[in-house]
């Protein structure tokens, strides 16, 4: 089911799962490209091959653009937030957050974040959330990318 009155979220850099998003769609506030309701990642397979290299003790930036808009200034301020999975689905560690704010549908957002040294070398998930915090919407949006670390 994909409604125009769900918030939706990209994932930008490194980039989301299924390849990358269409210009057309990016310009397109309620794209079907950007609604993933389901976690973990959405529900959607792993690539089969990673998307690129994050290197481990690096700066790196984690870009989303906030597809759709749902911040709610009644309930407070929702946020985006970046973390690390193994392949099996276990969490390794939380790498990022920013709030979201009043700005208009097609925003970017960015995360920057370092992958822990203590990390080793193989495949990785990168997930993406939009935690809405807004009664009136889906509680969570969900992106994900599958990249190697070394």
């Not at 979220?9 to 794209?31: A, H, I």
């Not at 700066?59 to 973390?83: I, P, Q, R, W, Y």
Request: with cysteine.
């Amino acid at each position: 089911l994909i409604s125009v009155s769900f918030g939706h979220m990209c994932l930008l850099n490194p980039y989301q799962r299924n390849g990358t998003v269409p210009d057309m769609e990016l310009k397109t506030p309620g794209s079907s490209y950007c609604i993933r309701l389901t976690g973990p990642c959405g529900g959607i397979p792993a690539d089969r091959q990673p998307v690129g290299t994050v290197y481990r003790g690096e700066a790196s930036t984690a870009v989303m653009e906030k597809n759709l808009d749902h911040f709610n200034a009644t309930s407070g301020a929702g946020n985006f937030t970046l973390s690390l999975w193994d392949e099996s689905g276990k969490k390794v560690t939380d790498l990022g957050s920013v709030k979201d704010d009043n700005s208009a549908s097609g925003t970017i957002y960015q995360i920057p974040y370092k992958i822990p040294s203590s990390t080793t070398d193989g495949r990785y998930i990168i997930q993406a959330e939009y935690n809405t915090n807004n009664p009136s919407a889906p509680a969570t949006f969900y992106q994900c990318s599958d990249v190697r670390i070394q």
